[in-house]
């Protein structure tokens, strides 16, 4: 599991946002449904890290009574576009002291799937998405993983594994996945993906073709390879110099 915890028989997974909203004092502007959506996917997507689904949702509001329809509405929206039915809503909205600021966290319990366990290491690694953050997911929609094919991916076998990327960037998941493996790809390894903007995916390794059908758009295969004490000594040299050219973990 990534981030999510076992309580008792469910796995428990969570997200928050604060100072994004419709309050004229958030930092990014924003509809109170599309934070609620993306804060919601996160925590789906924790779920299927987890190899688990939800079946109950507890949504705790600090913006006020009148933003819950709203936050529900953006919780909705993620079943929505998985296709599957959407669990009870339950929680509490912070009405007696007014907020200057946007702020909810979403939780998820949900019910873990049997499916055959894999190891890093057996499976083939793609990012899929780009890494975005505040403004930039507002202005590049087409470019944030999208939930549908990952689920239908993730629910026929052909992505074993679905891992998240938060404000750690690329290059702190990797190291969680895959120590001290050199790996490599295009996009920014250190960058904030936000919520979860750009995610790692394991396929299974005789489905990779089947894998391209499903994500035609921002969808790179890893290079990773054993680390020597070259590649070591560029690791220091990296941590060092975070704007040198090559980026290595």
Request: glycine fraction near 8%; charged fraction near 15%; hydrophobic fraction near 40%.
């Amino acid at each position: 599991m990534r981030n999510a915890m076992k309580v008792g028989g469910f796995i428990a997974t969570m997200d928050n946002a604060a100072a994004i909203g419709e309050k004229p004092q958030d930092i990014v502007p924003a509809s109170d449904q599309l934070t609620a959506y993306m804060t919601a996917r996160v925590t789906f997507l924790e779920q299927l890290a987890a190899q688990a689904l939800p079946v109950q949702i507890l949504l705790a509001n600090f913006s006020g009574d009148a933003a819950w329809s709203r936050y529900e509405s953006g919780i909705q929206q993620v079943f929505e576009e998985t296709g599957l039915s959407c669990p009870a809503i339950a929680g509490s909205s912070e009405s007696n002291m007014p907020t200057l600021q946007s702020g909810l966290a979403i939780t998820m319990l949900g019910e873990i799937q049997q499916r055959k366990a894999w190891n890093p290491e057996q499976l083939s690694w793609y990012t899929y998405g780009l890494p975005l953050v505040g403004e930039e997911l507002l202005a590049q929609p087409d470019d944030v993983a999208q939930l549908q094919p990952v689920y239908q991916a993730w629910l026929a076998e052909i992505v074993q594994q679905v891992w998240p990327v938060g404000s750690k960037g690329l290059q702190g998941e990797c190291v969680r996945l895959f120590g001290e493996q050199v790996v490599e790809c295009s996009h920014h390894m250190t960058k904030s993906a936000g919520p979860s903007t750009v995610i790692l995916l394991g396929v299974h390794p005789e489905k990779e073709q089947l894998a391209h059908q499903f994500f035609q758009r921002n969808f790179e295969k890893l290079r990773i390879s054993p680390c020597n004490r070259v590649c070591l000594e560029q690791k220091d040299c990296l941590e060092n110099n975070p704007t040198s050219g090559t980026r290595i973990i």
